[in-house]
């Protein structure tokens, strides 16, 4: 039986096999994308495949029950904060350095909240303090759940 590679999300690292059945189950179920196909072979609808990538939300539960941690995302940062700023609360699609990565600031869950342009651009290269700013919560690392897909709530 043909081996399917898992890779992980970004492709670089091979995580597994599994077989082509398993594997293009995983395409139905929208857990894994084709990384690379056999060319001109399908399978119903899908591309024979020689490796598949995860999605992004499975590669963090796989390194998570592998490890226990949760990898950074700054996606996940997003979810977590709820895409409203730590500064004023507004609507947020930026990720901002509480301490600066130019004073040594850890790109982590602790370190980062989700930010509006106009707070992150004020801030510009200084702590909350320097810029005369206060951060509305206090940054932690998420649950699984939190950083979940949001759209694949249904059971
Ligand atoms: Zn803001």
């Given at each position: 039986m043909t081996q399917v590679a898992i890779l992980n999300a970004g492709g670089q690292q091979v995580l597994g096999f599994v077989t082509l059945r398993h594997a293009i189950g995983m395409l139905y179920r929208q857990v894994a994308r084709v990384h690379e196909a056999v060319p001109g072979e399908t399978f119903g609808p899908y591309p024979v495949p020689r490796s598949v990538e995860l999605v992004r939300y499975l590669y963090t539960k796989w390194i998570y029950e592998a490890t226990g941690k949760l990898p950074y995302s700054r996606e996940g940062v997003l979810r977590r904060d709820r895409r409203l700023c730590g500064y004023c609360g507004r609507s947020a699609d930026t990720v901002d350095h509480i301490l600066p990565r130019s004073k040594g600031?850890?790109?982590?869950w602790v370190n980062c909240v989700a930010a509006c342009w106009p707070c992150n651009n004020r801030k510009a290269d200084n702590t909350p303090t320097q810029a005369g700013m206060v951060l509305l919560v206090k940054p932690r690392v998420p649950t699984l759940q939190e950083i979940g897909p949001s759209l694949r709530r249904r059971k």
């Open positions: 600031g850890k790109t982590s």
